[in-house]
């Protein structure tokens, strides 16, 4: 069983509108990252948080955002949504500095911009 | 772009088979990692192979790593109907993971 919960599973959205997806992180994971993964292909690195800071980013425009939480969650904000947004957002934890284990991650909340 | 790429994109087999997938990729990497993904859902880590390694077995997973060609191989041995799923590779590089497109596997009963 996984320990990261994503919260909603499903979501409708208008292009133009915002979204807030949120992660619960399991326990005693200090680091947060997001993907996107489009229909048919490997998940898309979008950031990564630690300590409550942004520490790596992948190509994304500035319209997608995060936070980080002290107890472990933590949210991405899409602004101005667009229909190729639609997409399974996954959110992974892992503690820093532990390289030699993988990624837990969550089991995604499916977008749909329409 | 993608770091990882796997072959071959499908695959199926007959319960019982084993299955192998390979991997390459560009860069240098500290680790290799492979996943698990089921209809669409969350990924399930199913092994890590450091970039010191040669080969690591996990169970009936058995992970190849070549850093002199930039390939990784995944043989599941006595595939189950269980093993259907797509399987992703993903280079490590601290603070991200690059995926492939991944390796749909079809096990048939």
């Known amino acids: 069983e996984t320990g990261v919960t994503q919260s909603p599973t499903h979501l409708i959205k208008t292009r133009g509108q915002q979204v807030t997806l949120r992660c619960s992180s399991q326990?005693?994971?200090?680091?947060v990252s997001w993907y996107q993964q489009a229909l048919g292909q490997g998940p898309q690195f979008i950031f990564q948080?630690?300590?409550?800071?942004?520490?790596g980013r992948g190509n994304f425009p500035p319209r997608f955002s995060g936070l980080q939480f002290p107890n472990y969650s933590s949210e991405l904000n899409v602004n101005a949504l667009e229909l190729d947004d639609s997409a399974l957002y996954l959110c992974?934890?892992?503690?820093?500095?532990?390289?030699?284990?993988?990624?837990?991650f969550g089991s995604g909340t499916r977008l749909t911009v329409v | 772009s993608q770091q990882g790429e796997e072959d071959p994109q499908a695959l199926s087999i007959q319960e019982g088979e084993n299955a192998t997938m390979n991997c390459s990729y560009k860069?240098?990497?500290?680790?290799l990692q492979w996943y698990r993904q089921n209809s669409g859902r969350g990924l399930v880590h199913l092994i890590l192979?450091?970039?010191?390694?040669r080969e690591k077995h996990s169970g009936r997973l058995r992970v190849t790593l070549d850093t002199s060609k930039k390939s990784s191989s995944l043989l599941i041995t006595a595939s189950r109907a269980a093993d259907t799923a797509s399987y992703f590779c993903?280079?490590?590089?601290?603070?991200?993971?690059?995926f492939g497109a991944g390796t749909t596997v079809t096990v048939r009963a």
């Open positions: 192979i450091r970039s010191n390694e």
């Open positions: 326990s005693g994971h200090n680091t």
């Open positions: 860069t240098s990497i500290n680790n």
């Open positions: 992974a934890s892992r503690a820093q500095g532990v390289t030699h284990y993988g990624y837990t």
């Open positions: 993903a280079t490590d590089d601290d603070y991200k993971l690059s």
């Open positions: 948080y630690y300590r409550e800071e942004e520490n």
